[in-house]
């Protein structure tokens, strides 16, 4: 074995240690830090009342309770619609218990439906609330707060049946809240407040989403979960984590219009106040051990005269991520740049399209693998101008590849002048050596926006294709580490290398087609390269084991298909088909 080649084994070796201690040591303890977290979230933190918009209530501790204690410990009013169920605590007026009707945990459809938002006092705390802020130190009007037991006029709500509550403070205002909801995921709420103090009155409309613990990450490193909203015209995106970082754990937009709250991989709670008024938005982090962390929204001072009135309109999202619904909040009730809920990625230009294209193909065919296997045949018409000129530049190697052994030989290990020669011989047979390279390169953006369809909208979630591919989004689920489950292991908890170690059938299969397809091109004549070509099928199939099966699908497809295309196009040049030959060679080799 040569020198070089030992030095690249050496470096590529060294390099999967390093990764896999990374790992061992930072990641892996940062994912039980994670899990941690969420065992000690039955320690709740409670957030009483907001004093001036611009003050942040530290979190008070509470005693854990189940889930169904925490329900009880408020009257509660039903919701019951096509897509969700659950319920309105009438004490503070919270929506805390969303879940979605259509969504289950696994593809097993007799799992439990998904639960996304919980009330406060047991695990997982997860909610939304509205109401007002004074700024009067003296004198100041009593406000709703969370402990405010309100008045519903119904004990139902539905689709087609608002319900209103209504509160008095005793002291001449008059608080009222007509509550209503859609067929999908949207809430309406309108506050009316009326004055008969027979003073002025000075109030801040809020609203806020609450969410107490790190939630687990769907682990995606292009996956933004997190703090996320529009303020104005602008997104703005901020992990768990770095809101920390922030002075005081807080950070502060302004603008007119816009929407706050949190998105997961798949779903998203939301709280939206008027898109023509300012507002102040900000994330904030709060607590020790257990971290609060909220986003919320203050209006601007409204001022209500005696026997006068003022009233604000806030929508409250709560549920699944789905394309089309956040496209018809978007135009009504007109929620600015919605669709940015979803994280669509630098290439949203390019994953929008990509999108609608297999949704599309998936409406006609029924399948959203045969979807992802047709948009891949698509893509290939589409590059098929440049993979052809890309092609041909490969059969004018194959034709010099002579030419180039003999310059080889004449220079030995001379590589300057080797060099030097060699590129003379490109520019006299016009051969673009990097043109073979073209066509992968400019496919980098679509790959990438095909990733994120497939991690990030819910459309693919649970989407099977044949055989035992039962959720396209989901990594291939057989293993050939534990003899493709005839072992009772599960290889990928293995410590530093389990990652790595996801090989199931179609790992290996866009394994074997890569390498099928680097023996339709000739061997780079430097040894580097040419141990670098070599290896670099074994360091895909390792390293996309885990990926999104149908991902996985799609460059074996395209793999394929890229065989086929520079076979017919040698064969038209009148090169030799030198794909068995080399084949042949590896096989004698080895």
């Known amino acids: 074995m040569k020198e070089n080649t030992k030095n690249m084994l050496l470096a590529a070796a060294l390099s999967m240690v390093f990764i896999g201690l990374w790992d061992y040591f930072y990641a892996f303890p940062q994912m039980d830090k994670q899990r941690k977290a969420q065992s000690e979230q039955a320690r709740i933190a409670k957030i009483p009342q907001l004093g001036a918009p611009d003050k942040a209530v530290a979190p008070v501790k509470a005693t854990p309770r189940t889930r169904e204690e925490a329900l009880a410990a408020s009257p509660r009013l039903q919701i019951d619609t096509k897509s969700i169920s659950g319920t309105i605590a009438l004490k503070g007026a919270r929506v805390d218990d969303v879940s979605l009707k259509n969504y289950r945990e696994t593809v097993d459809p007799t799992s439990p439906i998904i639960t996304l938002l919980s009330p406060e006092g047991g695990p997982n705390p997860y909610y939304a609330e509205l109401g007002y802020l004074t700024a009067e ?239 891949t045949v698509i893509v290939k018409l589409a590059f098929l101008p440049l993979a052809n000129k890309s092609y041909k530049s490969i059969a004018k190697m194959k034709e010099i590849q002579p030419k180039i052994k003999e310059l080889k030989e004449k220079y030995g290990d001379d590589k300057h002048a080797f060099n030097t020669e060699q590129m003379e011989l490109f520019k006299r047979e016009k051969v673009n050596p990097a043109a073979g390279c073209l066509p992968v390169l400019v496919q980098i953006p679509v790959f990438f926006s095909l990733y994120k369809v497939l991690v990030v909208t819910i459309e693919m979630r649970h989407a099977p294709f044949f055989g035992w591919i039962r959720d396209l989004s989901a990594p291939d689920p057989t293993n050939i580490f534990n003899l493709f489950g005839l072992l009772p292991y599960d290889p990928t908890h293995v410590a530093i290398f389990g990652p790595y170690l996801a090989l199931g059938v179609w790992p290996l299969l866009m394994g074997v087609s890569m ?47 890229s065989i086929a295309q520079q076979g017919v196009i040698m064969k038209r040049a009148g090169v030799k088909f030198e794909f068995w030959d080399n084949l042949r060679k590896t096989f004698q080799r080895a």
């Open 137 to 375: 130190t003296e004198n100041a009007p009593v406000l709703p707060t969370t402990e405010t037991l309100w008045t519903a006029d119904s004990d139902r709500l539905t689709a087609g049946k608002p319900v209103t509550l209504s509160w008095d403070n005793g002291q001449g205002l008059f608080f009222k809240r007509i509550v209503s909801v859609d067929d999908e995921y949207l809430f309406t709420v309108k506050d009316r407040v009326e004055n008969k103090s027979g003073k002025p009155v000075t109030l801040y409309v809020y609203s806020r989403v609450t969410r107490v613990g790190h939630p687990p990450s769907a682990g995606y490193a292009a996956l933004h979960e997190g703090f996320i909203g529009v303020i104005g015209d602008k997104g703005e995106e901020l992990a768990y984590d770095k809101i920390e970082k922030e002075p005081n754990a807080v950070k502060t937009f302004k603008g007119v219009g816009g929407w706050v709250g949190f998105t997961d991989k798949y779903w998203g709670a939301v709280v939206a106040p008027d898109q023509n008024a300012a507002i102040e938005a900000r994330y904030a982090a709060m607590g020790a051990a257990t971290k609060t962390y909220q986003a919320d929204t203050v209006g601007e001072a409204r001022t209500i005269e005696p026997e006068a009135s003022t009233e604000a309109t806030t929508y409250v999202f709560a549920g699944a991520k789905e394309v089309d619904t956040l496209d018809a909040y978007k135009v009504n009730p007109g929620l600015k740049r919605f669709d940015l809920l979803i994280d669509w990625g630098w290439f949203y230009f390019i994953t929008r399209p990509m999108f609608r294209l297999i949704d599309f193909l998936y409406k006609l065919l029924g399948n959203f693998g045969l979807a992802i296997l047709a948009v």
């Open 515 to 561: 390498w099928l397809q680097m023996k339709m091109n000739p061997e780079p004549a430097d040894e580097i390269q040419k141990t670098m070509f070599a290896w670099m099928p074994v360091i895909f199939t390792f390293t996309l084991g885990g990926f999104a099966s149908g991902l996985l699908i799609y460059w074996t497809w395209n793999n394929l298909l």
